[in-house]
């Protein structure tokens, strides 16, 4: 047993030192393999390093090459521009040689003419000496003839002169006062002649239809919209009625109120530009360009004062200025008439030698009551001195406002220039019309009738006074009133006023809800 067990541990050993053997003679096997690769790639890298370096060194040789190439490259370029540089130089040096010549050659003539002069200013200094020395010698000689002495001469011939020029002075004074009392008026045609040749301007005269193109047949359907809605929502909100007929790609707005039409026009233009045309957008829009008018308005009496060359005008007068331009008078532009008597006056301020600036300013602003007269009562006179008085005018001024239509006594030469001029102005050919004056005046108190009932909102007189669109406010005014209200003012245009043919009368009452959804 127990030498059983001893041979088994021998083997083991055995085995185990046998194992170790061929572990040992593995492992130096795999180190000399080892050694080897390393040999290998350590060689193969001294390859790659050579032939980097080669590589470089050729790379190198190349790039200095072409450092130099580009360096010989621009050593010439230099050199070249050196030359051309040199030759420009060579250029102007010749030529400031040659007119450094000219110069002095220029300066040699002038000294030979200065000479010249000298000696001829002499020459003229002698014969000037010799000519006093005559004059004087035949002075003495004349006195010594005459037995008169210079002075007593003199004397003799002055009283002589005195007597006769005394008598002729006072026939010319006659003469030119009986010629004055002769010509005074005719005079007074060509001053006033004169200024209106100085002043050529056109005639003023406004109409009451505006054309507004359109881009296409078609969108004359789009104005007037379904079952109409859109030409009654324009005609309703502006006051203007819209003449859609055969005129191709043309709509004609009519209104005897210029400033209800242009707002029409931009209103409609605009809806057109945009595309978008319905019952609100057209409200929308309209809004909008009421506020924008403003804005020209006060731009309109920027332009006139400009024109005139005036200035020192409150802001608030600058604008009342500006509605003059949406004003007419016998068909007249009001504010053109006004730049044109302010123009007129002017010129015969000046000719009179008067004060052309004041006389200007007066002719400006004798009609701004014209601009509100139909906002408050009174006479345009009357609202265009409280204005004046209001805005600190000059006492000229309101006195020319005041007198221009023989309302009250001229105090000044302006006020009556003024008053000349809105005459000239008034009435050179064609410049007004009497019967468009009055269709004007008979649609406004067309429209008077309906905005002085209680709970009309808006009066507009439409298809030329043939029918007046009576707006009322829905919350004062119920449907019941609403015929009481057309009623109303349908008697009371048969009671006071006269027209040809028949005026329909329609009332309009609109009620509106609204929410916002949020």
């Known amino acids: 047993m127990e030498n059983s067990t001893l041979f088994s541990v021998l083997l083991v050993a055995i085995g185990l030192l046998v194992g170790f053997i061929i572990a040992f003679i593995i492992n130096n096997m795999k180190v000399t393999k080892a050694s080897k690769e390393a040999e290998k790639i350590i060689n193969q890298a001294k390859k790659d390093a050579e032939k980097i370096k080669r590589d470089a060194a050729i790379e190198q040789k ?5 450092l130099k190439m580009d360096l010989d490259k621009e050593i010439r370029e230099k050199k070249d521009e050196l030359k051309q540089f040199e030759a420009r130089l060579l250029q102007r040096e010749s030529s400031m040689d040659k007119r450094d010549e000219l110069y002095q050659k220029r300066e040699s003539a ?8 000298s000696e001829r200013q002499l020459e003229i200094q002698n014969e000037k000496s010799k000519v006093e020395e005559i004059k004087k010698e035949q002075l003495e000689l004349l006195q010594k003839i005459s037995g008169f002495s210079k002075d007593k001469a003199r004397e003799l011939v002055m009283s002589q002169v005195k007597e006769s020029m005394s008598k002729e002075v006072a026939e010319y004074i006659k003469e030119a006062e009986d010629e ?11 001053l006033i002649v004169t200024a209106m040749q100085k002043y050529a301007a056109d005639i003023a005269s406004d109409q009451t239809v505006t054309v507004v193109d359109l881009p296409s047949d078609e969108m004359k359907g789009r104005i007037i919209g379904r079952e109409g809605r859109n030409i009654r929502t324009i005609e309703a909100i502006t006051g203007v009625d819209l003449i859609i007929d055969d005129t191709p790609e043309a709509v004609v707005l009519s209104s005897f109120d210029p400033l209800r039409r242009e707002i029409a026009r931009v209103t409609l233009e605009s809806l057109i530009k945009d595309g978008r045309i319905h019952p609100t957008r057209i409200e ?5 360009v009421c506020k924008d008018m403003k804005q020209k308005i006060i731009e309109y009496g920027q332009e006139a004062t400009f024109e005139l060359g005036l200035t020192k005008f409150d802001p608030a007068l600058i604008e009342i200025i500006g509605k003059l331009h949406f004003r007419t008078s016998y068909g007249q532009n009001a504010l053109q008439h006004s730049i044109e008597v302010a123009q007129l006056s002017g010129l015969i301020a000046g000719e009179l030698g008067e004060n052309v600036t004041m006389a200007k300013r ?8 014209k601009a509100i007269d139909h906002e408050i009562e009174g006479s345009h006179v009357d609202i265009g001195v409280d204005i004046a008085k209001k805005y600190n005018e000059d006492k000229v001024v309101i006195n020319a406002i005041a007198s221009h239509h023989g309302d009250t006594a001229a105090t000044s030469v302006i006020s009556t220039i003024v008053a000349i001029a809105d005459a000239l102005s008034a009435s050179r050919p064609g410049a007004r019309n009497d019967s468009l004056e009055n269709y004007i005046q008979r649609l406004t108190q067309l429209e008077e009738v309906g905005n002085n009932i209680h709970g009309v909102e808006k009066t507009y007189a439409v298809q030329a006074g ?8 829905p919350e004062e005014v119920d449907d019941l009133e609403a015929h009481k209200i057309a009623r109303e003012v349908k008697e009371k245009i048969e009671a006071n006023m006269k027209y040809p ?13 609204q929410e916002e959804a949020k």
């Open 501 to 513: 043919g028949t005026i329909k009368i329609t009332v309009v009452r609109e009620t509106r809800a």
């Open 284 to 288: 929308e829009l309209y809004d909008k």
């Open 362 to 369: 007066a002719g400006l602003l004798h009609d701004i009551g």
């Open 62 to 66: 190349e790039e200095a090459h072409k």
């Open 110 to 117: 002038l000294d030979d003419r200065e000479e010249k002069l």
């Open 180 to 190: 004055a009392k002769l010509t005074a008026n005719q005079t007074a045609r060509e």
């Open 466 to 473: 043939r029918e007046l669109r009576v707006i009322v406010k």
